[in-house]
C-alpha cells in the first residue's frame, strides 16, 4: 500500500496554543483539485473538516473582495488571487475556524515544502511539532476520526456534527 501523510489537525492546534511563536511548516501538492494559488494542507483541511459549513456562512458574507465561496459541497473555498489579507472572515467566524497566518501575503518560503518530492516531504514531517505529522501505510478510519483529504493525506480531526 502507498504511504500516506497523516496530519493530527488536534495536535497542531494545540501546538499553537502552547506556543503563540510557532511558525509551522506548510506543506502543499500543485495538483490537488482546488488548488488556486499556494493552498496549503492546513487551509484545505480546515474548510473541509473544521468549518461548521454556516448555512448563512457569515465569512463570505463580510468578504470585502469576494474571495471565498462555497462549492457544491458547502466547502468553503478561497481564491488566494482575491484575497487581500484583511481577516474579517477570521473576526467574523463565530467558531474560530480559521488559523490567521493563512492569509499572510508574504510568508517565510523557508517554510514551504512540495510534498511531491521526497527529500522535501521528509523535510517536511521533521520540521513539524513532534507527533502531528507522520506517514502511514492505513487508510481513513472515522472511527479514529482520521479522514481522506486526497489521495495522498490524511487528516485527523473531530468533525463537527449535528447528529
Ligand atoms: S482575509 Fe481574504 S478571504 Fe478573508 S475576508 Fe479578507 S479578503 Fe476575504
Ligand atoms: S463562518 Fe466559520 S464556520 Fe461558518 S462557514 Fe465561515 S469559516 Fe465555516
Redesign the pocket.
Known sequence: MNQRLLIDMTKLRSAMVENSDLKLPEGYFYQTSNANGLKTIRELA??RY?????ED????AVCPADA?E?DEDGI?NRYTNLCISCKS?VT???????MTDFFRHHRNKDLFYDLNDKKELELFIDACPPGTVSLVESDENPGENIYRLNDKVLIKDYL?TTE
Not at 57 to 60: L, T
Request: aromatic share 14%; charged share 15%; with cysteine.
Open positions: 480546515i474548510f473544521t468549518c461548521r459549513k454556516c456562512a457569515p465569512c463570505i471565498l462555497k468553503i472572515c467574523i467566524c463565530p467558531f474560530g475556524t480559521m463537527y
